[in-house]
C-alpha cells in the first residue's frame, strides 16, 4: 500500500492550496482517507476524513477553511486549503485505511509566508 501526496509549497497569507493523494495497491475501494498534518514542534493532528460513502469529519479547528473531497474510482482524495494562514505552515500527510488511519503516506509539506 502506497499513499502519494503532492500539491504542498510555498504560499502566501491568504492564499489557496490544493493537495491531493492517491492510494495505491489496494485491490478494494479504500473506505477511509483522510488528511492530518503536524505542524514544528507539535504532534500530529486531524484535519478532515472522508469515508468511501461520502461522510466527512473536521476536526473543530478545521471548519470553515478546509474541505476534503475523493474520488473513489482514482483512490485519490484532495484537501482544498483557503485563506491560509501562518499558523497552517505544517507537513500534511495523507492515511487510509478500513475504519481509521491504518497506511500513511511520506506527506507533503505547506509552507506559508507573511
Known amino acids: 500500500v502506497q499513499l502519494q501526496a503532492s500539491g504542498g509549497g510555498l504560499v502566501q497569507v491568504g492564499g489557496s492550496r490544493r493537495l491531493s493523494c492517491v492510494a495505491t495497491g489496494m485491490g478494494w475501494n479504500i473506505n477511509y482517507l483522510g488528511w492530518y498534518r503536524q505542524a514544528p514542534g507539535k504532534q500530529r493532528e486531524l484535519v478532515a476524513s472522508i469515508t468511501v460513502a461520502g461522510e466527512t469529519t473536521y476536526s473543530d479547528s478545521m471548519k470553515g477553511r478546509f474541505t476534503i473531497s475523493r474520488d473513489n474510482a482514482m483512490n485519490t482524495v484532495y484537501l482544498q486549503i483557503d485563506s491560509l494562514r501562518l499558523e497552517d505552515t505544517a507537513v500534511y500527510y495523507c492515511?487510509?485505511?478500513?475504519?481509521?488511519?491504518?497506511?500513511w503516506g511520506k506527506g507533503t509539506q505547506v509552507t506559508v509566508s507573511s
Open positions: 492515511s487510509a485505511g478500513m475504519t481509521g488511519p491504518q497506511y
